[in-house]
């Protein structure tokens, strides 16, 4: 995947995997998974990288990532970053088009007082990636959450491109 280093995404098939999909405006009809790897290959959407003794391990969601001057970011990293730098707060990371460089990192925090210049300063010390500060950050009051407690990254993807 261009911007990983080390992966990709994960691609699969076998007896395990669904034989296709059924549309509604070809009813009956089974419509194998085709991916660039080819027909019957499913897409997971999940970028993934061997170690040293050939298991897969998952690093993010395709649609997790920034791509950001032809460099895929994390936007998990970003969190984490974000949460390295001020634990006590919530943090979610999203990103809205750049004309310039594709995309741009947005960081909504419930941090008010934190700022670019602190992040830099903590990827720094910390070894984090530059590309991971995000030029944006948001203050909010809350994040948005699913019923499930979880981030909704639906609604902060659109709370990004309105920012």
Do not use: C
């Not at 990709?8 to 085709?34: F, T």
């Not at 970011?73 to 919530?90: F, G, I, Q, R």
Request: hydrophobic share 45%; aromatic share 6%; net charge negative.
């Amino acid at each position: 995947m261009p911007g990983i280093a080390n992966g990709g995404i994960l691609h699969v098939r076998g007896p395990n995997v669904m034989a296709g999909y059924l549309k509604a405006d070809q009813p009956g009809v089974l419509q194998p998974p085709v991916s660039d790897v080819g027909d019957g290959w499913y897409e997971t959407g999940d970028v993934v990288e061997l170690d040293e003794d050939g298991f897969v391990k998952i690093v993010g969601r395709v649609k997790r990532f920034a791509k950001i001057a032809g460099e895929m970011v994390s936007l998990e990293v970003v969190e984490k970053l974000a949460t390295a730098t001020s634990p006590a707060m919530l943090h979610a990371a999203s990103s809205q088009p750049d004309p310039a460089k594709g995309e741009a990192l947005v960081l909504f925090t419930t941090d008010t007082a934190l700022g670019r210049e602190r992040l830099q300063a903590a990827a720094r010390a910390g070894g984090w990636p530059e590309i991971a500060v995000p030029r944006r950050i948001v203050s909010v009051d809350a994040l948005p959450l699913l019923g499930t407690g979880k981030i909704d990254y639906v609604t902060l993807k659109q709370w990004a491109e309105a920012a």
